[in-house]
T-cell receptor, first 113, second 114 residues
Framework: AQSVTQLGSHVSVSEGALVLLRCNYS??????LFWYVQYPNQGLQLLLK??????LVKGINGFEAEFKKSETSFHLTKPSAHMSDAAEYFC???????????FGPGTSLSVIP | EAQVTQNPRYLITVTGKKLTVTCSQN?????MSWYRQDPGLGLRQIYY???????DKGDVPEGYKVSRKEKRNFPLILESPSPNQTSLYFC?????????????FGEGSRLTVL
């Protein structure tokens, strides 16, 4: 069965510091992987996705993630945190059946001035 | 503007009083889905629909009903709400044939059942 784990329910970084949010997945089929971001009182929006091809994926707002099959990981990074990055981040995986998207529990990112 | 619209955004109700949360999308998406979001659990899928008149259970369907009579609408029905259905609900849609799992979300409906 497919599943997603996110290490750390809360992460705090200083403004300008590296952001690293961890995601590991379990999938019985080649996975499609996603990061979604949820700002306060809003719905989720897609940050970036990996389907096939290049394993380093760039998304919006300077975020990127690298698919590492051997480690079953899809960690999210950003070189320099900005105050506006404070939000909840969800990693998600779907199989090629398309009918399900499995979300991780989420990581709340705080950015300290 | 492309969007998924949910109503109501906030609702307080009492146990057993039937309610419906509406969801409408204007992107001609075939796939629609309902999720509930609870602290520490992320989003869990309640029901989904691959197309008109085609619906299927997600991971937590108990206590909920859905219908898909029109492509754009996918209402969530709580026939007899209970306090354990207090949650934040999201409707989402996706273009079938596009990248699997790329979902467009509504802004959420916060439901409290007393």
């Amino acid at each position: 069965a497919q599943s997603v784990t996110q290490l750390g329910s809360h992460v705090s970084v200083s403004e300008g510091a590296l952001v690293l949010l961890r995601c590991n997945y379990s999938s019985s089929v080649p996975p499609y992987l996603f990061w979604y971001v949820q700002y306060p009182n809003q719905g989720l929006q897609l940050l970036l996705k990996y389907t096939t091809g290049a394993t380093l994926v760039k998304g919006i707002n300077g975020f990127e993630a690298e698919f590492k099959k051997s480690e079953t990981s899809f960690h999210l990074t950003k070189p320099s945190a900005h105050m506006s990055d404070a939000a909840e981040y969800f990693c998600a995986v779907t199989g090629t059946s398309y009918d399900k998207v499995i979300f991780g529990p989420g990581t709340s990112l705080s950015v300290i001035p | 503007e492309a969007q998924v619209t949910q109503n109501p955004r906030y609702l307080i109700t009492v146990t057993g009083k039937k309610l419906t949360v509406t969801c409408s999308q204007n992107m001609n998406h075939e796939y629609m889905s309902w999720y509930r979001q609870d602290p520490g659990l992320g989003l869990r899928q309640i029901y989904y629909s691959m197309n008109v008149e085609v619906t299927d259970k997600g991971d937590v369907p108990e206590g909920y009903k859905v219908s898909r009579k029109e492509k754009r609408n996918f209402p969530l029905i709580l026939e007899s709400p209970s306090p354990n259905q207090t949650s934040l609900y999201f409707c989402a849609s996706s273009l079938r044939g596009g990248a699997p799992g790329e979902l467009f979300f509504g802004e959420g409906s916060r439901l409290t059942v007393l």
